[in-house]
């Protein structure tokens, strides 16, 4: 072998490889600014990997996810749908996002749509210990709906659903704002659990967290009352907890910069058992439509309960005619999803952490899903 050709190879390299060196040392002695990047090896980071929403809140084993398609997933883990179901991070947390267009397929009897979780296991009042507790923001409710029906613009974002007889529901958690206002309401409902067997006369009663209640509407279609003072507005966070025991319901809601407001309400003996006793706010809301029922005197004792968490889209397209609480005459592109969420009139609702317990006595609730499927 020719040695002198090796050498010769061996001194080139040597050369150009300090000269490079110098030369970079002389770019950089002329320009502090330049840098140099090492390589990182990226080959192993996986920066598409779906978070899914069992991820962010991890007690899906115990829920079933019912779809703004009316299609029941069931248990939700390791699960996303882009148009309904999925997780967003806004910079620095991590939200499941729940979203429910104004209409398209429904869930069981009910004229609206929802993105909602259902508890599988459903708890008796009585001797209840349960308690279900949600951080959120509301980030739209819809564009469109007549401001004279209580309904528009409202969006239900947890529950207390009975599974049994008349499968009322004693709780109902909602949130509404009018178009062109800064702040919406946050206020809950109470729905009698109707004595006899004729439940279209049941009716709810509203109560204000923060902001107005149910039954502040517009004079005319188009035309809203005053922006509440207090409100929440959208993309603003609050929470909530549902903790019944011994038979009373208690609700705690808590938000920054709010007071934090507390009830109780008995779910084993009605307060509203004759016709006198129904509230001045349903005999202006209800009674006028045919809503004029009382309740039994157990109101919920002996009937299973289950918690829900979601987004129920409270404003839908039917006409007022038929009924001006809950139809609301909306706009809904003939159920084209696509095209109500271009133009806003969805429902839209951002859980950061929700937790539930569960009592001993909780039992399975699969007859609620298999009549409702």
Known sequence: MNTSII????????????????????????????????????????TSKTIYASEVIPFFENWKLILGDGSNAGIATDFENKDFFYTTNDGTSNWVVFKAPNAGDTHGTS???????????????????????????VMNVSATGDARVAASHAVVVGQIHSADAHENEPLKIFYKKFPG????????????????????????????????????????????????KDGIELGEEFSYKVAVSD???HLTFTSDNHPTKTFTKNLIKSSYTTAALIPEQTQLLFVPIGQNGVERD???????????????NQTNGKSPEINRNWCSGAETHGGDIQKQYADGNYAEVWFKTANISISDQAVSNDGYFQKND
């Open 298 to 312: 157990s109101a919920y004792t002996g009937e299973g309960l289950f918690f829900k968490l979601g987004a129920y």
């Open 111 to 137: 004229n609206n749509t929802r993105t909602e979780l259902a508890q599988v296991k459903k708890w008796y009042p009585k001797n209840a210990n349960d308690t279900l507790t949600a951080t959120l923001k």
């Open 247 to 249: 038979g009373v319901m």
């Open 181 to 228: 206002h800064t702040k919406g309401s946050v206020f809950w409902h109470y729905e009698i659990n109707t004595a006899g067997e004729d439940n279209s006369l049941r009716w709810d009663y509203s109560s204000a967290v923060w902001g107005d209640d149910f039954s502040v509407i517009g004079s005319d279609e188009n035309t809203y009352p005053n922006e509440p």
């Open 7 to 46: 050498n010769t190879k061996t001194l080139f390299s040597t050369l150009f490889i300090g000269t490079l060196l110098i030369t970079i040392s002389s770019c950089n002695s002329k320009n502090t600014n330049i840098k140099v990047t090492p390589v990182i090896d990226s080959i192993n980071e996986d």
